[in-house]
Protein backbone atom coordinates (compact mmCIF):
# COMPACT_ATOMS: atom_id res chain seq x y z
CA UNK A 1 0.00 0.00 0.00
CA UNK A 2 3.08 2.19 1.12
CA UNK A 3 4.49 1.53 -2.47
CA UNK A 4 1.16 2.11 -4.42
CA UNK A 5 0.91 5.75 -2.20
CA UNK A 6 4.10 6.60 -3.15
CA UNK A 7 3.83 6.36 -7.03
CA UNK A 8 0.79 8.15 -6.94
CA UNK A 9 2.39 10.88 -5.38
CA UNK A 10 5.09 10.72 -7.74
CA UNK A 11 3.17 10.65 -11.06
CA UNK A 12 1.10 13.63 -9.22
CA UNK A 13 4.45 15.53 -8.77
CA UNK A 14 4.33 16.25 -5.22
CA UNK A 15 7.11 13.93 -4.22
CA UNK A 16 5.88 12.32 -0.14
CA UNK A 17 3.85 15.84 0.49
CA UNK A 18 0.48 14.16 -0.58
CA UNK A 19 -2.51 15.75 -2.42
CA UNK A 20 -3.33 18.66 0.25
CA UNK A 21 0.53 19.71 0.12
CA UNK A 22 -0.47 22.01 -2.57
CA UNK A 23 -3.47 24.29 -3.51
CA UNK A 24 -3.53 25.59 -7.23
CA UNK A 25 -4.89 28.80 -7.90
CA UNK A 26 -6.10 28.45 -11.60
CA UNK A 27 -9.25 30.42 -11.21
CA UNK A 28 -7.34 33.73 -10.02
CA UNK A 29 -4.66 33.04 -12.27
CA UNK A 30 -7.12 33.03 -15.38
CA UNK A 31 -8.58 36.39 -14.21
CA UNK A 32 -5.28 37.73 -14.37
CA UNK A 33 -4.54 36.38 -17.68
CA UNK A 34 -7.77 37.14 -19.06
CA UNK A 35 -7.62 41.01 -17.83
CA UNK A 36 -4.36 41.74 -19.28
CA UNK A 37 -5.05 39.88 -22.94
CA UNK A 38 -8.21 42.40 -22.92
CA UNK A 39 -5.87 45.12 -22.30
CA UNK A 40 -3.72 44.39 -24.57
CA UNK A 41 -5.61 44.04 -27.29
CA UNK A 42 -7.83 47.18 -25.77
CA UNK A 43 -4.87 49.16 -26.26
CA UNK A 44 -4.31 47.72 -29.97
CA UNK A 45 -7.87 49.08 -30.80
CA UNK A 46 -7.75 52.37 -29.46
CA UNK A 47 -3.70 53.31 -28.97
CA UNK A 48 -3.26 52.27 -32.72
CA UNK A 49 -2.60 55.25 -34.19
CA UNK A 50 -1.59 55.31 -38.22
CA UNK A 51 0.27 58.57 -38.35
CA UNK A 52 2.71 57.71 -35.65
CA UNK A 53 6.03 57.77 -36.86
CA UNK A 54 6.69 53.91 -35.99
CA UNK A 55 3.46 53.05 -38.09
CA UNK A 56 4.26 55.91 -40.12
CA UNK A 57 7.93 54.40 -41.34
CA UNK A 58 6.06 50.89 -41.71
CA UNK A 59 3.78 52.38 -44.12
CA UNK A 60 6.05 53.89 -45.80
CA UNK A 61 8.25 50.29 -46.30
CA UNK A 62 5.24 48.45 -47.46
CA UNK A 63 4.47 51.42 -49.87
CA UNK A 64 7.77 51.50 -51.82
CA UNK A 65 7.62 47.37 -51.53
CA UNK A 66 4.14 47.36 -53.33
CA UNK A 67 5.06 50.24 -55.67
CA UNK A 68 8.23 48.32 -57.08
CA UNK A 69 6.16 45.24 -57.33
CA UNK A 70 3.43 47.21 -59.16
CA UNK A 71 6.88 49.02 -61.57
CA UNK A 72 8.08 45.52 -62.34
CA UNK A 73 5.34 43.45 -62.93
CA UNK A 74 4.26 46.31 -65.78
CA UNK A 75 7.68 45.77 -67.15
CA UNK A 76 6.88 41.91 -67.49
CA UNK A 77 3.54 41.03 -67.91
CA UNK A 78 2.28 44.34 -69.40
CA UNK A 79 0.47 47.66 -67.72
CA UNK A 80 -2.75 45.70 -67.29
CA UNK A 81 -0.46 43.69 -64.10
CA UNK A 82 -0.17 46.32 -62.33
CA UNK A 83 -3.38 47.63 -61.26
CA UNK A 84 -4.37 45.56 -58.48
CA UNK A 85 -1.60 47.30 -56.77
CA UNK A 86 -2.73 50.85 -57.74
CA UNK A 87 -6.07 50.52 -56.16
CA UNK A 88 -3.95 50.22 -52.55
CA UNK A 89 -2.73 54.21 -54.13
CA UNK A 90 -6.08 55.39 -54.44
CA UNK A 91 -6.89 55.96 -50.55
CA UNK A 92 -5.51 56.54 -47.32
CA UNK A 93 -3.16 59.77 -46.46
CA UNK A 94 -2.16 62.77 -49.21
CA UNK A 95 1.50 60.66 -49.22
CA UNK A 96 0.07 57.19 -49.82
CA UNK A 97 -1.99 58.79 -52.85
CA UNK A 98 0.72 61.52 -54.44
CA UNK A 99 2.98 58.15 -54.45
CA UNK A 100 0.07 56.72 -56.45
CA UNK A 101 -0.08 59.76 -58.98
CA UNK A 102 3.98 58.84 -59.59
CA UNK A 103 2.98 55.22 -60.21
CA UNK A 104 0.38 56.20 -62.64
CA UNK A 105 2.77 59.01 -64.93
CA UNK A 106 6.10 55.93 -64.85
CA UNK A 107 3.84 52.73 -65.77
CA UNK A 108 0.90 54.83 -67.93
CA UNK A 109 1.49 58.06 -69.33
CA UNK A 110 2.43 61.30 -67.71
CA UNK A 111 -1.08 62.67 -68.38
CA UNK A 112 -2.32 59.79 -66.59
CA UNK A 113 -0.76 61.20 -63.06
CA UNK A 114 -2.03 64.54 -63.58
CA UNK A 115 -5.84 63.04 -63.94
CA UNK A 116 -5.27 61.50 -60.74
CA UNK A 117 -3.40 64.56 -58.93
CA UNK A 118 -7.16 66.41 -60.39
CA UNK A 119 -9.16 63.72 -58.54
CA UNK A 120 -6.90 63.78 -55.49
CA UNK A 121 -7.83 67.76 -55.45
CA UNK A 122 -11.50 67.25 -55.87
CA UNK A 123 -11.46 64.63 -53.05
CA UNK A 124 -9.94 67.22 -51.04
CA UNK A 125 -12.44 69.90 -51.45
CA UNK A 126 -15.16 67.45 -51.20
CA UNK A 127 -13.51 65.59 -47.44
CA UNK A 128 -12.83 69.34 -46.59
CA UNK A 129 -9.61 67.91 -45.53
CA UNK A 130 -6.64 70.19 -45.18
CA UNK A 131 -2.95 69.82 -47.10
CA UNK A 132 -0.39 70.48 -44.67
CA UNK A 133 2.23 73.19 -46.50
CA UNK A 134 4.88 70.26 -47.67
CA UNK A 135 1.57 67.91 -49.07
CA UNK A 136 0.54 71.33 -51.44
CA UNK A 137 4.12 71.82 -52.30
CA UNK A 138 4.52 68.12 -53.34
CA UNK A 139 1.34 68.67 -55.41
CA UNK A 140 2.76 71.64 -57.51
CA UNK A 141 6.10 69.83 -58.36
CA UNK A 142 4.65 67.12 -59.60
CA UNK A 143 2.05 69.19 -61.47
CA UNK A 144 5.00 70.69 -63.17
CA UNK A 145 7.53 67.54 -63.36
CA UNK A 146 4.02 66.16 -65.48
CA UNK A 147 2.67 69.09 -67.41
CA UNK A 148 2.16 67.69 -70.87
CA UNK A 149 2.34 68.50 -73.39
CA UNK A 150 5.67 70.10 -71.71
CA UNK A 151 5.77 73.82 -72.57
CA UNK A 152 8.40 75.25 -74.47
CA UNK A 153 10.89 76.81 -72.12
CA UNK A 154 9.83 75.00 -68.77
CA UNK A 155 11.95 75.96 -65.91
CA UNK A 156 13.22 72.22 -64.49
CA UNK A 157 13.51 71.42 -61.18
CA UNK A 158 15.83 72.96 -59.10
CA UNK A 159 18.32 71.01 -57.00
CA UNK A 160 16.28 72.49 -53.63
CA UNK A 161 13.26 70.99 -55.26
CA UNK A 162 14.36 67.74 -56.26
CA UNK A 163 15.60 67.05 -52.84
CA UNK A 164 12.14 68.11 -51.59
CA UNK A 165 11.00 65.93 -53.95
CA UNK A 166 12.68 62.76 -52.66
CA UNK A 167 12.39 64.09 -48.91
CA UNK A 168 8.28 63.88 -49.47
CA UNK A 169 7.65 60.78 -51.61
CA UNK A 170 11.32 59.16 -50.49
CA UNK A 171 12.08 56.18 -53.21
CA UNK A 172 8.77 57.31 -55.46
CA UNK A 173 10.69 60.67 -55.83
CA UNK A 174 13.90 59.11 -56.72
CA UNK A 175 11.64 57.49 -59.65
CA UNK A 176 9.77 60.76 -60.42
CA UNK A 177 13.15 62.37 -61.15
CA UNK A 178 14.62 59.56 -62.71
CA UNK A 179 11.45 59.36 -65.65
CA UNK A 180 12.19 63.40 -65.88
CA UNK A 181 15.85 63.19 -66.82
CA UNK A 182 18.22 61.87 -69.45
CA UNK A 183 19.87 59.68 -67.34
CA UNK A 184 19.44 56.00 -68.47
CA UNK A 185 21.69 54.73 -65.82
CA UNK A 186 19.54 55.93 -63.33
CA UNK A 187 16.37 54.80 -64.58
CA UNK A 188 18.00 51.56 -65.61
CA UNK A 189 18.73 50.95 -62.66
CA UNK A 190 15.13 51.61 -60.98
CA UNK A 191 13.99 49.27 -63.60
CA UNK A 192 16.26 46.53 -63.04
CA UNK A 193 15.21 46.47 -59.46
CA UNK A 194 11.65 46.77 -60.01
CA UNK A 195 12.06 43.67 -62.25
CA UNK A 196 14.18 41.44 -59.82
CA UNK A 197 11.82 41.94 -57.33
CA UNK A 198 8.77 41.43 -58.96
CA UNK A 199 10.34 37.72 -60.32
CA UNK A 200 11.70 36.92 -56.97
CA UNK A 201 7.56 37.09 -56.00
CA UNK A 202 6.54 35.18 -59.01
CA UNK A 203 8.95 32.48 -57.50
CA UNK A 204 8.18 32.65 -54.15
CA UNK A 205 4.27 32.61 -54.99
CA UNK A 206 4.83 29.66 -57.27
CA UNK A 207 7.08 27.66 -54.63
CA UNK A 208 4.01 29.26 -51.91
CA UNK A 209 1.68 27.42 -54.04
CA UNK A 210 3.60 24.25 -53.82
CA UNK A 211 4.20 24.12 -50.17
CA UNK A 212 0.88 24.89 -49.85
CA UNK A 213 -0.40 21.33 -51.74
CA UNK A 214 2.26 19.51 -50.15
CA UNK A 215 0.92 20.67 -46.76
CA UNK A 216 -2.60 19.63 -47.99
CA UNK A 217 -1.25 16.51 -48.94
CA UNK A 218 0.66 16.01 -45.93
CA UNK A 219 -2.16 17.13 -43.83
CA UNK A 220 -5.05 14.40 -45.73
CA UNK A 221 -2.18 11.22 -44.98
CA UNK A 222 -2.24 12.72 -41.22
CA UNK A 223 -5.75 12.45 -41.12
CA UNK A 224 -5.92 9.13 -42.69
CA UNK A 225 -3.16 7.64 -40.44
CA UNK A 226 -5.13 9.17 -37.59
CA UNK A 227 -8.28 7.23 -38.64
CA UNK A 228 -6.63 4.09 -39.54
CA UNK A 229 -5.07 4.51 -35.50
CA UNK A 230 -1.37 4.36 -36.79
CA UNK A 231 -0.52 8.03 -35.44
CA UNK A 232 0.16 7.59 -31.34
CA UNK A 233 -0.66 10.34 -29.05
CA UNK A 234 1.99 11.67 -26.55
CA UNK A 235 0.78 14.10 -24.91
CA UNK A 236 0.59 12.08 -21.22
CA UNK A 237 -2.70 12.17 -19.18
CA UNK A 238 -3.64 15.15 -16.28
CA UNK A 239 -1.72 15.91 -13.19
CA UNK A 240 -3.13 17.70 -10.36
CA UNK A 241 -0.18 20.04 -10.15
CA UNK A 242 -1.72 21.52 -13.51
CA UNK A 243 -2.72 24.31 -12.18
CA UNK A 244 0.27 26.05 -11.45
CA UNK A 245 0.78 26.05 -14.65
CA UNK A 246 -1.88 28.76 -15.11
CA UNK A 247 0.06 30.52 -12.50
CA UNK A 248 3.13 30.33 -13.94
CA UNK A 249 1.74 31.64 -16.88
CA UNK A 250 -0.03 34.70 -15.22
CA UNK A 251 3.25 35.59 -13.69
CA UNK A 252 5.29 35.24 -16.89
CA UNK A 253 2.65 37.46 -18.41
CA UNK A 254 3.38 40.25 -16.09
CA UNK A 255 6.57 39.66 -16.15
CA UNK A 256 6.60 40.40 -19.97
CA UNK A 257 4.10 43.45 -20.24
CA UNK A 258 6.05 45.25 -17.47
CA UNK A 259 9.62 44.32 -19.12
CA UNK A 260 7.91 45.93 -22.73
CA UNK A 261 6.81 48.90 -20.51
CA UNK A 262 10.15 49.71 -18.71
CA UNK A 263 12.18 49.07 -22.00
CA UNK A 264 9.95 51.74 -24.14
CA UNK A 265 10.88 54.58 -20.50
CA UNK A 266 14.41 53.65 -20.63
CA UNK A 267 15.16 53.60 -24.37
CA UNK A 268 14.95 57.82 -25.23
CA UNK A 269 17.26 57.60 -22.05
CA UNK A 270 19.53 55.52 -23.27
CA UNK A 271 20.28 56.33 -26.97
CA UNK A 272 23.77 55.17 -26.68
CA UNK A 273 22.22 51.51 -26.68
CA UNK A 274 19.49 51.87 -29.69
CA UNK A 275 21.69 49.56 -32.20
CA UNK A 276 22.00 46.48 -29.54
CA UNK A 277 18.40 47.26 -28.00
CA UNK A 278 16.85 44.32 -30.14
CA UNK A 279 19.55 41.58 -28.61
CA UNK A 280 18.97 43.13 -25.03
CA UNK A 281 14.94 42.43 -25.47
CA UNK A 282 15.93 38.99 -27.11
CA UNK A 283 18.02 38.15 -23.55
CA UNK A 284 15.61 39.29 -21.42
CA UNK A 285 13.10 37.73 -22.71
CA UNK A 286 14.74 34.44 -22.08
CA UNK A 287 15.55 34.97 -18.85
CA UNK A 288 11.78 35.55 -18.06
CA UNK A 289 11.20 31.52 -19.05
CA UNK A 290 12.49 31.02 -15.74
CA UNK A 291 8.97 31.16 -14.78
CA UNK A 292 8.89 27.44 -15.57
CA UNK A 293 10.26 27.22 -11.95
CA UNK A 294 7.00 28.44 -10.22
CA UNK A 295 5.69 25.30 -9.83
CA UNK A 296 8.40 23.56 -8.36
CA UNK A 297 8.66 26.62 -5.78
CA UNK A 298 5.07 25.96 -4.92
CA UNK A 299 5.87 22.40 -4.32
CA UNK A 300 5.77 20.27 -7.62
CA UNK A 301 8.80 17.71 -8.62
CA UNK A 302 10.61 19.46 -11.31
CA UNK A 303 10.81 16.84 -12.94
CA UNK A 304 6.97 16.12 -13.11
CA UNK A 305 7.06 20.08 -14.12
CA UNK A 306 9.41 19.53 -17.43
CA UNK A 307 7.50 16.26 -18.78
CA UNK A 308 4.04 18.51 -18.39
CA UNK A 309 5.41 21.51 -20.17
CA UNK A 310 7.01 19.20 -22.94
CA UNK A 311 10.48 19.87 -21.92
CA UNK A 312 11.28 16.69 -23.34
CA UNK A 313 13.35 14.74 -26.21
CA UNK A 314 10.09 12.79 -27.52
CA UNK A 315 10.89 10.40 -29.81
CA UNK A 316 14.37 11.65 -30.74
CA UNK A 317 15.75 14.97 -31.65
CA UNK A 318 16.01 14.06 -35.27
CA UNK A 319 12.55 12.43 -35.57
CA UNK A 320 11.18 15.47 -33.76
CA UNK A 321 12.74 18.03 -36.05
CA UNK A 322 11.60 15.97 -39.21
CA UNK A 323 7.90 15.96 -37.66
CA UNK A 324 8.21 19.81 -36.97
CA UNK A 325 9.32 20.77 -40.70
CA UNK A 326 6.59 18.32 -41.86
CA UNK A 327 3.80 20.32 -39.38
CA UNK A 328 5.33 23.79 -40.88
CA UNK A 329 3.89 22.11 -44.23
CA UNK A 330 0.82 21.06 -42.96
CA UNK A 331 -0.17 24.67 -41.33
CA UNK A 332 -0.34 26.15 -44.25
CA UNK A 333 -3.86 25.56 -45.29
CA UNK A 334 -4.65 26.68 -41.37
CA UNK A 335 -2.75 30.16 -41.93
CA UNK A 336 -4.51 30.15 -45.65
CA UNK A 337 -7.91 30.46 -43.86
CA UNK A 338 -6.80 32.19 -41.14
CA UNK A 339 -5.12 35.04 -43.99
CA UNK A 340 -8.90 35.23 -46.16
CA UNK A 341 -10.34 36.09 -43.15
CA UNK A 342 -8.07 39.04 -42.41
CA UNK A 343 -8.37 40.03 -45.57
CA UNK A 344 -11.65 40.65 -45.48
CA UNK A 345 -11.62 42.06 -42.22
CA UNK A 346 -9.39 44.39 -43.43
CA UNK A 347 -12.52 45.17 -46.65
CA UNK A 348 -14.66 45.58 -43.88
CA UNK A 349 -13.31 48.09 -41.70
CA UNK A 350 -11.48 50.33 -43.93
CA UNK A 351 -14.66 50.23 -46.48
CA UNK A 352 -13.77 51.90 -49.69
CA UNK A 353 -11.75 55.13 -48.18
CA UNK A 354 -11.53 56.53 -52.05
CA UNK A 355 -12.56 60.01 -51.72
CA UNK A 356 -14.00 59.84 -47.98
CA UNK A 357 -11.09 61.12 -46.24
CA UNK A 358 -7.13 61.42 -46.00
CA UNK A 359 -6.82 59.01 -42.87
CA UNK A 360 -3.72 57.07 -43.09
CA UNK A 361 -5.23 53.24 -43.05
CA UNK A 362 -3.15 50.65 -40.40
CA UNK A 363 -2.13 47.43 -41.86
CA UNK A 364 -1.51 44.80 -39.60
CA UNK A 365 2.60 45.04 -40.24
CA UNK A 366 5.04 43.62 -37.27
CA UNK A 367 7.10 46.73 -36.24
CA UNK A 368 10.03 44.46 -37.02
CA UNK A 369 9.85 45.26 -40.44
CA UNK A 370 11.54 48.12 -40.57
CA UNK A 371 14.35 47.08 -38.98
CA UNK A 372 15.30 44.48 -41.58
CA UNK A 373 14.30 46.87 -44.17
CA UNK A 374 16.72 49.26 -43.30
CA UNK A 375 19.42 47.29 -40.50
CA UNK A 376 22.78 46.45 -41.01
CA UNK A 377 24.25 43.53 -40.26
CA UNK A 378 24.15 43.36 -36.92
CA UNK A 379 20.63 44.14 -36.73
CA UNK A 380 20.18 41.38 -39.01
CA UNK A 381 21.73 39.07 -36.49
CA UNK A 382 19.78 40.63 -33.59
CA UNK A 383 17.16 39.95 -35.72
CA UNK A 384 17.61 36.14 -36.21
CA UNK A 385 18.15 36.06 -32.93
CA UNK A 386 15.30 37.52 -31.48
CA UNK A 387 12.52 36.17 -33.83
CA UNK A 388 14.40 32.78 -34.76
CA UNK A 389 15.48 31.26 -31.96
CA UNK A 390 14.21 33.69 -29.02
CA UNK A 391 10.66 33.13 -29.87
CA UNK A 392 9.94 30.07 -30.82
CA UNK A 393 12.26 28.58 -27.69
CA UNK A 394 10.20 31.22 -25.11
CA UNK A 395 6.58 31.14 -26.68
CA UNK A 396 6.05 27.78 -27.43
CA UNK A 397 7.32 26.83 -23.84
CA UNK A 398 4.51 29.70 -21.98
CA UNK A 399 1.53 29.43 -24.39
CA UNK A 400 2.09 25.61 -25.67
CA UNK A 401 4.12 24.03 -22.28
CA UNK A 402 2.21 25.92 -19.74
CA UNK A 403 -0.72 27.84 -21.14
CA UNK A 404 -2.33 24.25 -22.71
CA UNK A 405 -0.77 21.82 -20.81
CA UNK A 406 -2.99 23.53 -17.80
CA UNK A 407 -6.18 23.93 -20.01
CA UNK A 408 -6.36 20.29 -21.07
CA UNK A 409 -5.87 19.34 -17.58
CA UNK A 410 -8.89 21.83 -16.41
CA UNK A 411 -11.04 20.18 -18.98
CA UNK A 412 -9.91 16.28 -18.85
CA UNK A 413 -13.58 15.67 -18.20
CA UNK A 414 -14.84 16.64 -21.43
CA UNK A 415 -14.60 14.62 -24.90
CA UNK A 416 -11.16 14.63 -26.15
CA UNK A 417 -12.27 16.20 -28.52
CA UNK A 418 -13.95 18.80 -26.85
CA UNK A 419 -11.31 19.42 -24.91
CA UNK A 420 -8.61 19.98 -27.46
CA UNK A 421 -10.60 22.60 -29.54
CA UNK A 422 -11.51 24.05 -26.75
CA UNK A 423 -7.83 24.53 -25.45
CA UNK A 424 -6.50 24.91 -28.82
CA UNK A 425 -8.75 27.81 -30.01
CA UNK A 426 -8.25 29.57 -26.43
CA UNK A 427 -4.34 29.08 -26.58
CA UNK A 428 -4.01 30.32 -30.16
CA UNK A 429 -6.56 33.38 -30.14
CA UNK A 430 -4.06 34.67 -26.00
CA UNK A 431 -1.45 34.33 -28.82
CA UNK A 432 -2.44 36.22 -31.32
CA UNK A 433 -3.61 38.70 -29.16
CA UNK A 434 -0.36 39.31 -27.74
CA UNK A 435 1.55 39.89 -31.02
CA UNK A 436 2.28 43.64 -32.16
CA UNK A 437 0.37 43.35 -35.40
CA UNK A 438 -2.72 44.38 -34.12
CA UNK A 439 -6.84 42.56 -33.92
CA UNK A 440 -6.65 42.40 -37.40
CA UNK A 441 -3.87 40.09 -37.93
CA UNK A 442 -5.69 37.66 -34.96
CA UNK A 443 -7.06 35.21 -37.43
CA UNK A 444 -3.82 34.71 -39.36
CA UNK A 445 -1.85 34.33 -36.14
CA UNK A 446 -4.27 32.42 -34.20
CA UNK A 447 -4.07 29.95 -37.32
CA UNK A 448 -0.68 29.45 -37.54
CA UNK A 449 -0.64 29.16 -33.74
CA UNK A 450 -3.52 26.32 -34.15
CA UNK A 451 -1.07 24.07 -36.31
CA UNK A 452 1.76 24.52 -33.16
CA UNK A 453 -0.48 23.61 -30.51
CA UNK A 454 -1.81 20.40 -32.07
CA UNK A 455 1.86 19.52 -32.96
CA UNK A 456 2.24 19.97 -29.39
CA UNK A 457 -1.16 17.95 -28.93
CA UNK A 458 0.18 14.92 -30.81
CA UNK A 459 4.23 15.02 -30.08
CA UNK A 460 3.55 15.27 -26.07
CA UNK A 461 7.82 17.28 -26.41
CA UNK A 462 7.46 20.73 -27.66
CA UNK A 463 10.41 19.87 -30.06
CA UNK A 464 8.69 19.54 -33.02
CA UNK A 465 6.39 22.85 -32.58
CA UNK A 466 9.75 24.87 -31.68
CA UNK A 467 11.22 23.49 -35.04
CA UNK A 468 7.80 25.36 -36.52
CA UNK A 469 7.98 27.95 -35.31
CA UNK A 470 12.17 28.81 -35.71
CA UNK A 471 11.08 27.61 -39.43
CA UNK A 472 8.45 30.03 -40.10
CA UNK A 473 9.91 32.72 -38.41
CA UNK A 474 13.40 32.40 -39.98
CA UNK A 475 11.69 31.90 -43.40
CA UNK A 476 9.67 35.44 -43.13
CA UNK A 477 12.94 37.15 -41.80
CA UNK A 478 14.24 35.36 -44.70
CA UNK A 479 11.87 36.18 -47.23
CA UNK A 480 11.44 40.52 -46.57
CA UNK A 481 15.56 40.79 -46.30
CA UNK A 482 15.40 39.07 -49.78
CA UNK A 483 12.18 41.32 -51.08
CA UNK A 484 14.43 44.79 -49.41
CA UNK A 485 18.14 43.69 -50.15
Request: net charge negative.
Amino acid sequence: MADELRDLNERDGMGGRGASAIRPYPLIAWLIIIALTMTVMLMHMLGSDASSAAEVAEQNVMDRLEGETALGMAQLQGKAAARPTMTKFETGSMAQRLRGVVLKAVIWAPDEGLNELRQIEVQVEESGYEPTESELETMQLLQQLYEHPVPEGRVPLSESQRAELVEQLGWFGQVALAYDSDDAAAKGELLGSAKWLAIVLMVLAIGGIGAFVLGVILLILLIVFACMRKVHHHFGAARSTDGLLAEAFAIWLLCFLGLHLLLEMLAPSMPGMQPHMLGLTGVLHCVTAAVVAWPVIRGAKWNSVRTSIGWTRGAGLWKECGLGICGWFMTLPLLGIGVLIMLLLMVITSGSGQGTGFEPISQPVHPIITAVAEGDVWIMLQVYFVAAMVAPFLEETVFRGLLYRQLRSASRAWSTVGSIAMSALVVSVVFAALHPQGVLAIPALAALATGMTLMREWRGSLLASIVMHALNNGLMITLMLVLFS
